[in-house]
């Protein structure tokens, strides 16, 4: 939409129905029709307009009135949060997450299936069966279904349709996806980090820019500038993972050496001892001293990653993926090791971390698809 021109009579009326929309779904609650005009200073035949259309949509209620006394009661509008909804789908080498979201972003049905992936028909088809087995399952009405929109861990190209490079799931080199062509919905493929931090960000409405870092067996990130996920010009933006911590030091699945992900990574603290996190953890509260000096490495790398980001984006960064749920335990050792690196006077408050949830990466991901069908209502 030009800003040199005025709007269309067109333009205009989705505009309006938009701010209506928009109004109903800030909170959620039933108003009435006097309550909204006076609140978007809308004239009352303009609102009975759009209250018209979004009644047709399906995406309000209008047919409760209020409990006054006496005299005619008036109606009240209702947004439907189950007017519409969207699935996440998670994909990694061992299994996928599936989520469903409505318009509330609340969780409608999730499941967790082994199956690694492949990039393949077979797996496609064995993919697009599993999405059909889900709506039934749940009963979810395919006519209010918003589309699919999946993750992997890896750098998903441009058009959404090529793997650019993910070494966790077997592609090293740009490969065309082939799993996505017998799914009927309409898709969306994205990095698992970048849908992560997308989510993080759609919850936290008064922090216009913010960082999201994610702390899993990969290392990634998003970021998000003024309310928009500024993905770069390759669309390879945030892969805060494959900084360089320390030049020659450990070797990184990247092929290069001394990445942020080479320390911070998960599995410094589980793969690599042949333990698991929650063992790691374990021993650490019980005083292993291998572990707490590794430990005390760790936090060490991770301050000084993290203390780059913020010199660079100068905003608040949120911790996500799995470490989230292990470091606010020690988040003031982290903050007095961020605070050692800063200059005087430097806000250190910027951290915080993200509540976790195994669905975090789905919800982010389903969530894009809930943004996009508002903003162009
Ligand atoms: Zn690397």
């Known amino acids: 939409m030009s800003a040199h021109r005025p709007l269309s009579t067109v333009e205009l009326r989705k505009q309006n129905r938009n701010r209506v929309y928009r109004y109903l779904i800030g909170q959620w609650k039933p108003v009435t029709k006097q309550e909204l005009a006076f609140q978007l200073s809308m004239s009352l035949p303009t609102l009975t307009q759009n209250l018209n259309e979004l009644t047709e949509m399906g995406l309000i209620d209008r047919s ?35 989520v469903a979201i409505n318009l509330r972003k609340e969780t409608l049905a999730s499941r967790r299936v082994a199956l690694p992936f492949a ?9 697009a ?54 799914i009927p919905y309409r898709v969306l493929l994205d990095n698992d980090a970048t849908c ?40 390879r933006a945030a892969e805060f993972g494959h900084i360089c911590l320390h030049p020659g030091g450990r070797p990184c699945q990247c092929g290069r050496k001394g990445c942020l992900e080479a320390y911070c990574s998960t599995a410094r603290l ?9 063992v790691f953890f374990q021993r650490l509260e019980d005083g292993d001293i291998q572990c707490q000096a590794l430990w005390d490495s760790y936090l060490k ?57 195994g669905h975090s990466v789905c919800i982010g991901a389903a969530t894009r698809l809930l943004y996009e069908f508002v903003k162009q209502l």
Request: charged content about 25%; proline content about 6%.
């Open 64 to 98: 409760i009135t209020t409990d006054s006394t006496g005299g005619r009661r008036p109606r009240l509008i209702v947004p439907l949060p189950n007017a519409r909804f969207a699935l996440g789908i998670e994909l990694t080498n061992r299994d996928l997450r599936i």
């Open 119 to 127: 990039n393949d028909e077979t797996y496609g088809e064995e993919l």
């Open 129 to 182: 069966g599993l999405i059909e087995q889900f709506l039934d399952n749940n009963q979810l009405d395919r006519d209010r279904l918003l589309g699919v929109a999946m993750t992997l861990p890896g750098i998903v190209g441009p058009d959404q349709k090529t793997i650019e490079y993910a070494p966790t799931i077997g592609v090293d080199t740009s490969t065309p996806c082939r799993f996505l062509d017998r």
């Open 196 to 235: 992560g931090g997308f989510g993080e960000w759609w919850n936290r409405t008064d922090q216009p820019s913010m960082v999201y870092l994610s702390l899993n067996r990969g290392v990634g990130g998003a970021i998000l500038v003024d309310g928009k996920l500024y993905d770069g010009v390759d669309h």
């Open 270 to 278: 589980s793969d690599d001892l042949d333990i698991s996190l929650e």
């Open 301 to 357: 790398d991770l301050a000084h990653g993290i203390m780059i980001i913020h010199t660079i984006l100068d905003c608040p960064i949120m911790i996500g993926g799995q470490m989230s749920q292990y470091l606010p335990a020690y988040r003031s050792r982290l903050q007095w090791l961020v605070r050692d690196l800063c200059s005087p006077g430097d806000r250190v408050d910027f951290l915080a971390f993200c509540p976790s949830s």
